[in-house]
């Protein structure tokens, strides 16, 4: 029995959905920058799973709306 990969689409289409979904992210308000870059690289390389990349994507995102909201807020008399 051979095994087979579960994704068989060839490495163009994957990086024109990749294209895709940045560029609605952008849409969206998001700013690619090195540092995200290097974690996505490392979760393609295989370094890293899919679920540590999205754990730390939401950290930063929470950390971002905290310090967002504490920017809004009045100083506590």
Not at 14 to 26: F, Q
Not at 37 to 43: D, F, G, K, R
Not at 50 to 68: H, N
Request: no cysteine.
């Amino acid at each position: 029995m051979s095994s087979h990969s579960k994704d068989d689409r060839t490495a163009a289409q994957k990086a024109g959905v990749t294209t895709r979904i940045v560029g609605s992210l952008i849409h969206e308000g998001y700013v690619p920058n090195s540092e995200d870059e290097a974690i996505h690289q490392q979760a393609l390389r295989g370094e890293i799973t899919s679920e540590r990349v999205i754990a730390i994507f939401r950290k930063r995102g929470l950390e971002r709306e905290q310090k967002a909201l504490t920017q809004k807020r009045p100083p506590r008399a």
